[in-house]
């Protein structure tokens, strides 16, 4: 039934994962009502919620725009129910106003197969990822996609090499006229940040804990159906699946180096799987099979996101 609902993209499919959005996120934000009584916070909570429905769309997009789902909507909702592993995620303004900046990037980095205006895309990917890091540091390290990307399609003009830096400028500049106009101490502000942290003990309840178990699971299952089914799929669209599994163990890096660190920081890590679990829909025609993994990880999510209230 799932498979049906979502086999096609329609109105109903969009609306629908825009409705369950709504839903969880107002869900997990009434537990905690007094932020309502308070402008700012009235004005961050509505404006966290903007960000992750930009975000749903974003995943779409670079889905559809760079033939890496037929017509249907299984990417969206997999990123919906990834999120419900980690319902924490929607308190985190840093986490969420950096992962959309980086599906920002991705979206430019895929794109980058096409070989138009590579200059500009990678440009526009690395001026994203030094906006991201901003907010979360260490997603810098998703230059390495960046690089990667160079390698893939473009490497043999030095001109490509030289962008990333170009962008880091152009960053760079902004944020310290940003600092001079609010008195930010740059120093202070990179040194609380850039901080190397490998230790993972922040768990407040063995809800957190189970929630990473499980979600440790689904990643295997996923990651290891792309790895040993990519030589199958078409030529075309290699790169771009490689470039999707690079963006998962980045983020995966990003989460074990992060200081602070919380289940939170794995959002960099949903979009990249949530497209290969649609891939993995795609490829599997046994419409049983298909409806068994849909089941389990809709009672996962649930179970994860209600426990963790």
Same mark, same amino acid.
């Given at each position: ?144 996609? *960046? ?97 999707? *599994? ?64």
């Amino acid at each position: 039934m799932i498979t049906s609902v979502f086999k096609k993209s329609t109105p109903l499919n969009y609306s629908l994962v825009v409705i369950l959005i709504l839903v969880f996120f107002f869900l997990f934000q009434i537990r905690e009502s007094s932020w309502v009584d308070y402008s700012f916070l009235l004005f961050q909570k509505l404006s966290l919620l903007c960000f992750i429905l930009a975000a749903f769309f974003m995943v779409n997009f670079i889905v559809k725009k760079n033939g890496l789902s037929k017509d249907n909507g299984y990417a969206i909702f997999f990123y919906l129910l990834f999120i419900l592993f980690f319902p924490t995620i929607f308190n985190n303004p840093n986490v969420i106003y950096a992962n959309f900046f980086l599906l920002l990037a991705l979206r430019r980095l895929i794109s980058l197969q096409s070989l138009k205006a590579s200059k500009e895309k990678i440009f526009d990917a690395s001026f994203w990822i030094f906006v991201a890091s901003l907010f979360q540091f260490w997603c810098i390290l998703f230059l390495i996609l *960046v690089f990667i990307s160079i390698i893939f399609h473009v490497s043999r003009d030095y001109r490509n090499w030289v962008l990333p830096f170009i962008a880091f400028l152009a960053v760079a500049v902004v944020f310290y006229m940003v600092s001079l106009i609010f008195h930010i101490d740059a120093v202070e502000f990179f040194e609380k940040r850039a901080v190397l942290d490998f230790r993972i003990d922040y768990f407040k309840n063995n809800y957190e804990n189970g929630a990473l178990s499980i979600y440790a699971a689904v990643v295997l299952f996923f990651v290891f159906s792309m790895l040993t089914t990519l030589s199958n799929r078409p030529q075309i669209v290699h790169t771009s699946y490689k470039k999707i *599994v690079a963006c998962f163990f980045i983020a995966v890096l990003v989460y074990i180096v992060s200081p602070n660190k919380s289940n939170d920081i794995l959002l960099f890590s949903i979009a990249p799987l949530a497209m290969m679990a649609a891939s993995h829909v795609e490829y599997m025609q046994q419409k049983l099979n298909n409806e068994i993994v849909f089941y389990v990880l809709i009672l996962c999510s649930l179970f994860t996101f209600f426990s963790q209230l």
